[in-house]
């Protein structure tokens, strides 16, 4: 897999003069198959990053100094410095040339290479919203031959998060502190109550009949109009056509997902399973930047034991804050480096307005890819 490295504060620094640039003029859009596309080459030039092909006609880089995008055509994966991700729709080939869609590029890839082009930031995280996945009748998933079981590693982790959270200056609002079952919308309440600027919810991973796979995943939910990691082949499309309100931060929660998949990968050294998305129901109704992380596997045995240690279950604590914390220092740049924290009883940040292409439904691809 690859080791991607946290991006270093100097590159944060090489960034903030083009952070505080307006956005520049949207690209030229094309239609396929009733979905709006960029292409590649036009991306490129309006971000002043070279293209070269990596396979003819097939598999494309773009990049700088600081910044390298992958993309294949016909496939949903692709990479931005060194780490996988699942776009919402197949990367598409006409006339010899590659076509990103345009939901993907403005708002899974731009907020990672272009930050400052994704208009008005929220204010920098003050309020972090913990969410140990399960609990109560709620088992989540369990891996019986080790004895370990998902609700309660869940719990563990957040309780651990929300100690050094608290520690670095945070105010934090968890969805439960103790064996309880925590209705999925309840959740995105209690959050939004609290005034929570970003929102973390902290599970692990299993598949049925498969004791080989393992790794770390983070998710996000999907772009309006576009099926999850869940909806490709043979199997329905889960798109949904009305945006939810946490798309309204779909460019700070890509920010924010990036962040902490980097750091979970950077810590655990698990292996990269990719940034996907899912319509899930604790993040839909947030009013605020949200991540589901899928730290490691129980149903891999190896995982599963590092699981059972009190000192990896840390290790993952202590990977969210950082992630947490680079997500914040990027916005702290984003807004020319005014100070992270608001005076006592400031009021909670205004809601940055939908981008103009969530206001209108896209259309759903209808060409399933890799997934
Ligand atoms: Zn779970």
Redesign the pocket.
């Known amino acids: 897999m690859v080791r991607a490295a946290l991006r270093p504060l100097a590159l944060a620094a090489l960034l903030g003069g083009v952070c505080r640039a307006a956005a520049p003029a949207p690209l030229p859009v094309e239609r396929f198959d009733r979905t709006e596309y960029v292409s590649a080459v036009d991306a490129a030039d309006r971000l002043g990053m070279r293209l070269s092909w990596r396979a003819a006609g097939r598999q494309l880089a773009i990049s700088d100094s600081a910044h390298r995008m992958e993309l294949t055509a016909e496939s949903r994966e692709a990479s931005v410095d060194g780490l996988k991700l699942y776009l919402g729709s197949s990367v598409v080939s006409r006339g010899g040339r590659l076509y990103i869609c345009r939901a993907d590029y403005e708002r899974r890839l731009l907020p990672l290479v272009r930050p400052a082009w994704c208009g008005a930031p929220p204010r920098a995280p003050i309020v972090i919203a913990v969410d140990p996945?399960?609990g109560g009748v709620d088992h989540?998933?369990e891996n019986l031959r080790l004895g370990v079981q998902?609700k309660t590693v869940?719990l563990d982790v957040g309780l651990r998060l929300k100690r050094l959270l608290e520690d670095a200056g945070f105010k934090v609002v968890i969805t439960r502190t103790n064996d309880t079952k925590v209705e999925l919308p309840l959740r995105a309440l209690i959050a939004n109550q609290a005034g929570a600027d970003l929102f973390v919810s902290i599970?692990?991973?299993s598949l049925t009949h498969d004791t080989q796979t393992h790794g770390t995943e983070v998710y996000t939910f999907p772009l309006q109009a576009q099926r999850s990691d869940q909806s490709w082949g043979e199997r329905e499309n889960d798109s949904e056509p009305l945006a939810s309100p946490v798309n309204r931060f779909d460019c700070w929660s890509s920010i924010l997902g990036d962040a902490v998949h980097r750091s979970l990968l950077n810590t655990l050294h698990t292996e990269d399973r990719g940034w996907k998305t899912k319509h899930l129901a604790a993040l839909r109704a947030l009013t605020c930047p949200a991540v589901l992380v899928?730290s490691a596997y129980l149903s891999n045995d190896a995982e599963a034991a590092r699981v059972a240690s009190p000192a990896f279950r840390q290790q993952v604590a202590e990977a969210l804050l950082a992630g947490v914390r680079a997500y914040a220092a990027q916005l702290e740049l984003l807004r020319g480096g005014q100070p992270a924290r608001a005076p006592a009883g400031a009021p909670p940040p205004a809601q940055p307005p939908l981008p103009p292409s969530a206001l209108a439904p896209l259309s759903h691809p209808t060409r399933p890819g890799s997934s």
């Open positions: 996945g399960h989540g998933t998902e869940n599970h692990f991973n899928e």
